[in-house]
Nanobody
Framework: QVQVVESGGGLVQPGGSLRLSCTAS????????KGWYRQAPGQQREVVAV???????KYVDSVKGRFTISRDNAKNTLYLQMDSLKPEDTAVYYC?????WGQGTLVTVSS
């Protein structure tokens, strides 16, 4: 029984945009802290953006001004809008609700 479903990854040219989506069952989506993480080849998983229950949002410095995290409580969905993508953004992106991870979606930024 799949409880977290990610979508939206793919291949995009530098400077392009993608929007990642992550839909979870109600009990999982209700976690206070929701976030996006990424893992590039040969590197450790790192936090990209998190949103707390009170709406406070934090981004890793490398994506500030380019990425936007948001949530739609009515749809139990978390989003990551990624603009001005760079090759160094290439990674598998994971959503996380509390301690529950999504399956990951690959984002490749290349010309």
């Amino acid at each position: 029984q799949v409880q977290v479903v990610e979508s939206g990854g793919g291949l995009v040219q530098p400077g392009g945009s993608l929007r990642l989506s992550c839909t979870a069952s109600g009990s999982i989506f209700s976690a206070l802290v929701k976030g996006w993480y990424r893992q590039a080849p040969g590197q450790q998983r790192e936090v990209v953006a998190v949103i707390a229950g009170d709406g406070i949002i934090k981004y890793v410095d490398s994506v500030k001004g380019r990425f936007t995290i948001s949530r739609d409580n009515a749809k139990n969905t978390l989003y990551l809008q990624m603009d001005s993508l760079k090759p160094e953004d290439t990674a598998v992106y994971y959503c996380k609700f509390g301690s529950t991870w999504g399956q990951g979606t690959l984002v490749t930024v290349s010309s």
